[in-house]
């Protein structure tokens, strides 16, 4: 006997999903369950059969419910409690053939035409009348095999990992590519590596590709400042931009320098290139407040301190340090007694 869950959503629901997107929600669930085996009949080469399974074994159907999601778990991809449910929408009207298979149900996607409102998505469910000894859950799905191709590649394995950190992974992918619990998000600009950040650490919006600025740049400064091998190239990407800690071999190569009234850090160019001031504010404050670079940026104030009379000083001082109106007004009356003084002295001279 065949029974139907319906779920009322038309055959265009998330209509700017394709393949990827399906293929992302069925993956996503195998991997926060943890592990999975794989198995592809390529033997179409248009078309491949792939069944993906693992050892969990539902005793009911209520994983197909919206919204019984994996929150719980702040290290799971899936939140928001659709995933192979839309996976198999999006199958279903590709014309992609697909079904779970459980030790008690087999479950199949269409569409139902209601006569009020039209085409709508359901799964059909059939109970196993013996069922299987061995737990399983498998998800089994046609689809084009350069879209399969295309999403595997995207698809983070042990031998992409080129360092681990409690915050995620540098891997060995394009710079600027991002991923979130293995699986691809987005690729961005002014990145010196390719991250896969835990998914508790980036927050993504439903359709995993919007990543926040900060918990980006913040995440993946941090991954790198621990991986230790940021070269002096990188200090302007993004992924220093909350770095604390800085090798010492990067220092080497950097040389605090007056620049108008603010003390500046130059990275020395390389082959006859020129000398680039860094522009990332995070960075420069964390060398003002490294040892090695305060007795050196020391050195440079005193040394401008006696190339400058008191008057200059002070108005260094007032552009550097004297914000509030008050405070201003009162810093130009000492500024103006300072000049007054300097001139008597002058007249005197």
């Given at each position: 006997?065949t029974?139907t869950?319906?779920?009322?959503?038309?055959?265009?629901?998330?209509?700017n999903?394709?393949?990827?997107?399906a293929?992302?929600?069925?993956?996503?669930?195998?991997?926060?369950?943890?592990?999975?085996?794989e198995?592809?009949?390529?033997?179409?080469?248009?078309?491949?059969?792939?069944?993906?399974?693992?050892?969990?074994a539902?005793?009911?159907?209520?994983?197909?419910?919206?919204?019984?999601?994996?929150?719980?778990?702040?290290?799971?991809?899936?939140?928001?409690?659709?995933?192979?449910?839309?996976?198999?929408?999006?199958?279903?009207?590709?014309?992609?053939?697909?079904?779970?298979?459980?030790?008690?149900?087999?479950?199949?996607?269409?569409f139902?035409?209601?006569?009020?409102?039209?085409d709508?998505?359901?799964?059909?469910?059939?109970?196993?009348?013996e069922?299987?000894?061995?737990?399983?859950?498998?998800?089994?799905?046609?689809?084009?095999?350069?879209?399969?191709?295309?999403?595997?590649?995207?698809v983070?394995?042990g031998?992409?990992?080129?360092?681990s950190?409690?915050?995620?992974?540098?891997?060995?992918?394009d710079?600027?590519?991002?991923?979130?619990g293995?699986?691809?998000?987005?690729?961005?600009?002014?990145?010196?590596?390719?991250?896969?950040?835990?998914?508790?650490?980036?927050?993504?919006?439903?359709?995993?590709?919007?990543?926040?600025?900060?918990?980006?740049?913040?995440?993946?400064?941090?991954i790198?400042?621990?991986?230790?091998?940021?070269?002096?190239?990188?200090?302007?990407?993004?992924?220093?931009?909350?770095?604390?800690?800085?090798?010492?071999?990067?220092?080497?190569?950097?040389?605090?320098?007056?620049?108008?009234?603010?003390?500046?850090?130059?990275?020395r160019?390389?082959?006859?290139?020129?000398?680039k001031?860094?522009?990332?504010?995070?960075?420069?404050?964390?060398?003002?407040?490294?040892?090695?670079?305060?007795?050196i940026?020391?050195?440079?104030?005193l040394?401008?301190a006696?190339?400058?009379g008191?008057?200059?000083?002070?108005?260094?001082?007032?552009?550097?340090?004297?914000?509030?109106?008050?405070?201003?007004?009162?810093?130009?009356?000492?500024?103006?007694?300072?000049?007054n003084?300097?001139?008597?002295?002058?007249?005197?001279a």
């Amino acid at each position: 006997m065949t029974n139907t869950i319906h779920y009322g959503m038309g055959r265009e629901y998330l209509s700017n999903w394709g393949i990827q997107q399906a293929m992302r929600e069925i993956y996503q669930n195998f991997l926060d369950y943890g592990d999975y085996t794989e198995d592809v009949d390529n033997s179409d080469e248009h078309t491949v059969i792939v069944s993906v399974s693992n050892d969990w074994a539902p005793e009911s159907l209520d994983f197909l419910r919206i919204g019984n999601s994996k929150k719980h778990n702040p290290d799971a991809i899936g939140k928001h409690g659709e995933g192979v449910k839309m996976a198999f929408l999006i199958l279903e009207r590709l014309g992609m053939k697909s079904q779970i298979v459980t030790h008690k149900y087999v479950i199949e996607p269409a569409f139902n035409k209601d006569p009020e409102i039209g085409d709508c998505f359901c799964l059909n469910y059939t109970t196993i009348t013996e069922p299987a000894d061995v737990p399983r859950f498998t998800v089994v799905f046609e689809c084009p095999a350069a879209d399969y191709a295309m999403f595997k590649d995207n698809v983070i394995v042990g031998g992409d990992i080129l360092f681990s950190h409690e915050y995620g992974d540098i891997v060995d992918k394009d710079a600027g590519s991002i991923y979130s619990g293995g699986l691809f998000v987005t690729r961005v600009k002014n990145m010196s590596k390719a991250y896969n950040i835990k998914p508790r650490y980036l927050p993504l919006d439903r359709d995993r590709c919007a990543p926040g600025t900060f918990d980006l740049n913040y995440h993946a400064s941090k991954i790198n400042e621990s991986h230790g091998e940021i070269t002096v190239e990188d200090l302007t990407h993004s992924d220093t931009m909350y770095t604390s800690a800085v090798s010492d071999k990067v220092k080497s190569q950097i040389t605090p320098k007056m620049v108008g009234n603010s003390v500046e850090f130059v990275i020395r160019g390389k082959n006859g290139t020129e000398d680039k001031i860094i522009k990332n504010d995070y960075l420069k404050e964390s060398f003002k407040k490294d040892s090695f670079f305060e007795k050196i940026i020391k050195k440079i104030r005193l040394h401008v301190a006696k190339k400058l009379g008191l008057y200059d000083l002070l108005l260094e001082f007032k552009d550097n340090h004297v914000h509030t109106t008050d405070a201003k007004a009162d810093f130009e009356l000492i500024l103006a007694r300072v000049e007054n003084a300097e001139n008597r002295v002058e007249e005197l001279a």
